[in-house]
C-alpha cells in the first residue's frame, strides 16, 4: 500500500487477517505506534467493514531509530520550526487520502501515560511503538493488561534470531506474553499474532 513506513505487504495482510478475526464484542480495535499510517491502510478497513473504530496511539515525535544518525530516519519529517519529528501531518494525509477518517481515530500523545488512563478494553492490539528496551517493555507492561481475554494481540518486528534485527520487541513483549497466558496463533514474517487465553 502506498504510504510510508515499514510494513511488508505479506506482513499487513496477515494483520488485517489477524483483526478480523477478533472479536469486537471484547472491546475495542486499538494500535500502538502509528508513524506515517501504514498499518492504518490494513487496519482501517477491518473497522470500516466491522462499523467500528480504530484508535492510532503515537506521539508522533518519531521513535528512537527515526532520529536524526539513526538509520530509519526520514529528514522531510522534520519540523524546520520546532526541529523535532512530526508524523501526524502525514499519519492524516494517509488516512484521509484512503477515505478512512470516519474510522480512524488518531489519539497522540505518550503511550505509557495513555495506557495508565485507557479505561475500555480491547479485542485487538497491534503493537508496533518504540523498539528500545524501556519503550518495548513499557507497551507489553502498559497495553497489554487491556487486551480482554479472547483478545488478539499482534506484535510487529518480532525477531527471535539476533542476526535479523533488534531484539526488544521479542525480548520484552513476545516472550513474556507467551509466559503470561497469550498462545500463538500465526507468524508472517516478523509479524506475531497471539491470543489472550486467560
Request: hydrophobic share 40%; net charge negative; proline share 8%.
Amino acid at each position: 500500500m502506498a504510504a510510508r513506513g515499514f510494513m511488508p505487504p505479506a506482513e499487513g495482510v496477515a494483520l488485517a487477517v489477524a483483526a478480523e478475526s477478533a472479536d469486537l464484542s471484547l472491546g475495542a480495535l486499538l494500535e500502538v505506534g502509528s508513524y506515517c499510517g501504514k498499518s492504518a491502510l490494513y487496519l482501517g478497513p477491518v473497522a470500516r467493514r466491522r462499523n467500528s473504530l480504530l484508535y492510532c496511539v503515537d506521539h508522533h515525535r518519531g521513535s528512537e531509530e527515526n532520529q536524526a544518525g539513526w538509520d530509519f530516519h526520514e529528514p522531510e519529517l522534520v519540523d524546520p520550526e520546532l526541529g523535532l519529528m512530526d508524523t501526524l501531518p502525514c499519519f492524516r494525509r494517509t488516512v484521509f487520502n484512503a477515505g478512512l477518517e470516519p474510522w480512524v481515530a488518531a489519539v497522540v500523545g505518550d503511550g505509557p501515560r495513555i495506557a495508565r488512563h485507557w479505561g475500555t478494553s480491547l479485542s485487538f492490539l497491534f503493537v508496533d511503538g518504540g523498539h528500545g528496551e524501556e519503550p518495548a517493555r513499557l507497551d507489553y507492561e502498559l497495553w497489554t493488561p487491556h487486551v480482554a481475554p479472547g483478545g488478539i494481540l499482534a506484535i510487529h518486528d518480532v525477531f527471535p534470531d539476533p542476526a535479523d534485527g533488534g531484539r526488544p520487541p521479542y525480548e520484552q513483549i513476545y516472550l513474556p506474553a507467551l509466559a503470561n497466558g497469550f498462545v500463538d496463533l500465526s507468524n508472517t514474517g516478523s509479524l506475531r499474532v497471539l491470543r489472550k487465553e486467560f
